[in-house]
């Protein structure tokens, strides 16, 4: 990739003059589609960013929102949020792309002042009978798994797709949520001129060199091989070290700002640190502690080296910020300072060094220093122009729909790698670390507790590439819907959502049409939710010789409720069955379909979803109430399948393959002692129905029409176990 000509003649027309080479690459890469967001920033205004919780919006390293206080003993409680996207090099490098993807989603939360508590992660990939996707999900599980536990962050949440377009582009979206006391907020907007800037952390070298770039183009057929130097290699221990250090100098007050060195290294960071604040800064490129003999200027400023940290440091404060780092062994170096004016850096080739020269800045006068940069930090950091891109919007398909024998349609949707247990991917994250977590990966959504404030946080994320495959628009609506009813089939109330939005090569008017409807759909269900989207992660170009991938709308979003306690997904074998919310009669976008063949609309979506939510959420904190499951991918089918246990079975009726299919969100199946009180929380909401009996049998009765068939939970959970079945 390299500057087009109009980017590189708006460049020379604010500088009046040509760039350096540092300063092009470093515009290549800031005004890249990865961090400019050149494609998409025109469309996220349709996003509603306030509410009265939200304390910081989109902009920064992550989101902040407060959090609700229970109890007479609560404290005010902030929590963090943000999302990031490690595609292209989890495809090239599944272990390294993957774990270097959570280090910088827990370092965007440090930045803030958090200490990481939550990490949900939503994946991707090709078609499940492929051997090349079995490859990149083992890689990909190995490195989150191996990266999130040895830092002590608990994976609790997340998702995993299959779909074949993304077998040439797999999709890596991690989010993380961390938590802090007001008092203790930091963001990255540079506070005074004549403040130092210090990096801490590891030291620099040469990997990921280009990233922002690489993140911003198709894959090519090669990119295995060609784009490895662009895949950053994590470090976890280091990074354990870094989280510990920042809470120290976060506790005792020696940061006035910090940003995490992600996309474009320490050029990115810095520059956009100052350019938030307004001022523009001086940086010595040779005082970089260093991993690599004779580094260039170019790559001290653009290598994407994991577990660092920049911090806006007071001048009297920065012994104490060297003497925290010496602590945790950690490399540590005064950079320069916030100045006014442009952002410059200089670097004397005749010193560049590595980490075995004294790290402390002090050295002689230098010779033969040059200015490498010298630009306008606002220009550098905000001013890449928008891409104005033609559009088509996908056409909704007619009703086609299979003859289907009842069993075989029942066993493939119940067995289909996209329905079926996931087991064999959370079991390898520690998701207990820290000892908050009380309802654990596998359930509608994970519960989280902040006993500080007496809250529990519910934590939710992922999306359906087959929902918005058939409807870009009405899928992603879905999306949101559906995360919203996780939450609430928890007890909790929807607070806060941040999103990754992927999609293909933009300039297809194809692809960026179905991008437009996943971005509005997203939105105007999340407005109609009242869930603020709070921050989020675009990745385009997400796009290789297969063809582009679905447009795939991740949310992750958090609820919270009064207490820690959720009524479970599994049945208890003593209430009667009901099915809450409106079906939406149609099977567009459904497993059954990916499964058997045909196609149809998408199914309609209710109208009024935030009262729907609401409903929800209170029935599951009845007393009454023994098990919820809300109803999503595979439809009633898969619902009922999961809710049974070798102690607790179901006898269900439902009218039709339809309504047994039907993939509508926003509804849930509810074990109750007491089913008028749920068709009175209904009541002018949406329509209840009896779907049947819980029994203490452990085996499923499920009649449609007049065919009935009868599963034990052991016959249930073979289908269900395909992927521990293929991979162990």
């Given at each position: 990739?390299?500057?087009p000509d109009?980017?590189?003649?708006r460049i020379?027309?604010e500088?009046?003059r040509?760039p350096t ?9 800031l005004w890249s ?6 494609s998409s920033?025109?469309?996220l205004?349709a996003f509603?960013?306030?509410?009265e919780?939200?304390v910081?919006?989109p902009g ?9 206080v229970?109890g007479e003993d609560?404290e ?5 949020m ?7 090099p989890s495809?090239?490098?599944?272990y390294?792309?993957?774990?270097t993807?959570?280090?910088?989603i827990?370092?965007d939360t ?16 090709g078609?499940?009978?492929?051997e ?5 999900l ?7 798994s191996?990266y999130?536990n040895?830092?002590g962050?608990?994976t609790v949440?997340?998702?995993?797709e299959?779909?074949e ?5 797999p999709?890596?979206?991690v989010?993380c ?9 930091v ?6 001129a004549?403040?130092k800037?210090?990096?801490?952390g590891n ?15 198709d894959l090519?057929?090669d990119?295995?091989?060609e784009?490895r130097?662009?895949v950053q290699?994590g470090?976890p221990y280091t990074?354990?070290?870094l989280?510990?250090?920042n809470e120290?100098?976060?506790?005792a007050?020696?940061v006035?700002?910090a940003?995490?060195?992600g996309?474009a ?6 520059s956009?640190l100052v ?5 523009g ?8 502690h260093?991993?690599e ?17 920049v911090?806006e440091?007071?001048?009297e404060?920065?012994e104490?910020?060297?003497e925290?780092?010496?602590k ?20 004397d ?5 590595s ?7 002090e ?7 040059e200015t490498?940069?010298d630009?306008?930090?606002e220009?550098?950091a905000?001013?890449a122009?928008m ?5 088509v919007?996908?056409?909704?398909p ?7 024998d ?11 790698p996209?329905t079926?247990?996931?087991r064999w991917v959370?079991?390898?994250y520690?998701h207990?670390v820290?000892?908050r977590t009380t309802?654990?990966p596998?359930?509608?959504a ?10 529990g ?8 590439p087959?929902?918005t ?7 992603a609506?879905?999306?949101?819907l ?14 806060a959502?941040v999103?990754?939005?992927?999609g ?6 194809d692809?960026?049409g ?8 997203l939105?105007d269900?999340?407005?109609d ?16 010789v297969s063809?582009?991938i ?5 949310l992750a979003?958090v609820?919270?409720?009064a207490?820690y306690?959720?009524p ?6 003593e ?5 809450v919310g ?5 099977l567009?976008?459904s497993?059954?379909l990916?499964?058997?063949?045909g196609?149809?609309?998408f199914?309609?979506?209710p109208?009024?979803g935030?009262?729907a939510?609401?409903?929800?959420a ?6 009454s109430?023994?098990?919820v499951?809300d ?5 009633l ?6 809710m ?13 393959l339809?309504?047994l299919f ?16 749920v068709?009175?929380?209904f ?7 009896t779907?049947g009996?819980?029994?203490d ?5 499920l009649t449609?029409?007049?065919e009935t068939?009868?599963?034990?939970a052991?016959?249930i959970?073979?289908?269900r176990?395909?992927l521990?079945?293929e991979?162990d």
């Amino acid at each position: 990739m390299s500057l087009p000509d109009s980017d590189y003649d708006r460049i020379t027309s604010e500088l009046g003059r040509d760039p350096t080479a540092a300063e092009a690459e470093l515009f290549e890469n800031l005004w890249s589609e990865h961090c400019a967001y050149r494609s998409s920033r025109p469309l996220l205004s349709a996003f509603s960013s306030d509410g009265e919780r939200v304390v910081v919006g989109p902009g920064d390293d992550a989101a902040v929102v407060s959090l609700p206080v229970h109890g007479e003993d609560g404290e005010e409680m902030y929590i963090t949020m943000g999302i990031e996207s490690h595609n292209h090099p989890s495809y090239v490098d599944p272990y390294d792309g993957a774990a270097t993807g959570v280090g910088g989603i827990v370092r965007d939360t440090l930045s803030m002042g958090a200490y990481p508590i939550a990490l949900a992660d939503s994946l991707y990939f090709g078609a499940f009978d492929r051997e090349h996707s079995q490859y990149l999900l083992e890689g990909v599980v190995e490195g989150i798994s191996d990266y999130g536990n040895a830092i002590g962050v608990p994976t609790v949440a997340g998702s995993v797709e299959f779909h074949e377009n993304y077998e040439g582009n797999p999709l890596v979206n991690v989010a993380c949520v961390g938590l802090l006391d007001p008092d203790r907020l930091v963001t990255a907007e540079a506070q005074a001129a004549g403040n130092k800037l210090v990096l801490v952390g590891n030291s620099t070298g040469r990997d990921g060199l280009g990233g922002a770039s690489f993140a911003s183009e198709d894959l090519a057929e090669d990119a295995e091989t060609e784009d490895r130097p662009a895949v950053q290699v994590g470090d976890p221990y280091t990074e354990k070290l870094l989280i510990e250090a920042n809470e120290e100098l976060v506790e005792a007050n020696l940061v006035q700002s910090a940003r995490d060195l992600g996309a474009a290294g320490l050029g990115g960071a810095s520059s956009e640190l100052v350019a938030k604040g307004g001022f523009g800064a001086r940086i010595d490129l040779n005082r970089v502690h260093q991993r690599e003999p004779n580094m260039s200027a170019l790559e001290i400023l653009l290598a994407e080296s994991q577990e660092r940290m920049v911090y806006e440091v007071r001048p009297e404060d920065v012994e104490g910020v060297e003497e925290v780092a010496e602590k945790y062994d950690l490399g540590c170096s005064v950079i320069g300072e916030v100045a006014e004016g442009n952002y410059v850096c200089t670097f004397d080739e005749s010193e560049a060094r590595s980490d075995s020269d004294d790290p402390s800045g002090e050295r002689s006068e230098p010779r033969g220093r040059e200015t490498v940069v010298d630009v306008p930090p606002e220009f550098l950091a905000e001013g890449a122009p928008m891409n104005d891109l033609d559009s088509v919007e996908p056409e909704t398909p007619e009703r086609n729909l299979p003859d289907a024998d009842l069993r075989e349609a029942f066993e493939s949707v119940v067995a289909s790698p996209n329905t079926a247990s996931k087991r064999w991917v959370y079991r390898q994250y520690d998701h207990e670390v820290g000892l908050r977590t009380t309802v654990r990966p596998g359930d509608d959504a994970a519960v989280v507790a902040v006993r500080e404030s007496g809250t529990g946080v519910a934590v939710s994320s992922g999306a359906n590439p087959n929902w918005t495959t058939c409807a870009p628009y009405e899928g992603a609506r879905a999306v949101a819907l559906e995360n919203a009813a996780n939450l609430a089939a928890k007890g909790a109330t929807p607070l806060a959502a941040v999103d990754c939005l992927n999609g293909g090569n933009p300039e297809k008017p194809d692809v960026y049409g179905g991008f437009k409807g996943i971005v509005d759909g997203l939105a105007d269900m999340c407005r109609d939710l009242s869930v603020p989207v709070v921050g989020g992660n675009v990745s385009l170009y997400n796009d290789s010789v297969s063809g582009p991938i679905p447009p795939t709308p991740t949310l992750a979003m958090v609820g919270t409720k009064a207490g820690y306690d959720a009524p479970p997904l599994s049945l208890s074998g003593e209430g009667e069955l009901l099915v809450v919310g409106e079906a939406g009669g149609a099977l567009g976008g459904s497993e059954y379909l990916a499964q058997l063949g045909g196609s149809d609309a998408f199914p309609s979506l209710p109208e009024n979803g935030f009262d729907a939510v609401a409903a929800l959420a209170t029935v599951a904190d009845f007393d009454s109430t023994l098990a919820v499951h809300d109803v999503s991918h595979g439809g009633l089918a898969v619902s009922v399948a999961e809710m049974v246990t070798a102690e607790a079975g179901a006898d269900v009726s439902v009218d039709s393959l339809l309504a047994l299919f039907d993939e509508t969100p926003g509804r849930a199946v509810v074990e109750t002692t007491d089913g008028e009180a749920v068709r009175e929380a209904f009541d002018g909401v949406a329509p209840v129905e009896t779907l049947g009996e819980a029994t203490d049998d452990g085996r499923l009765s499920l009649t449609v029409g007049d065919e009935t068939l009868t599963y034990d939970a052991g016959e249930i959970a073979d289908l269900r176990d395909v992927l521990a079945r293929e991979l162990d």
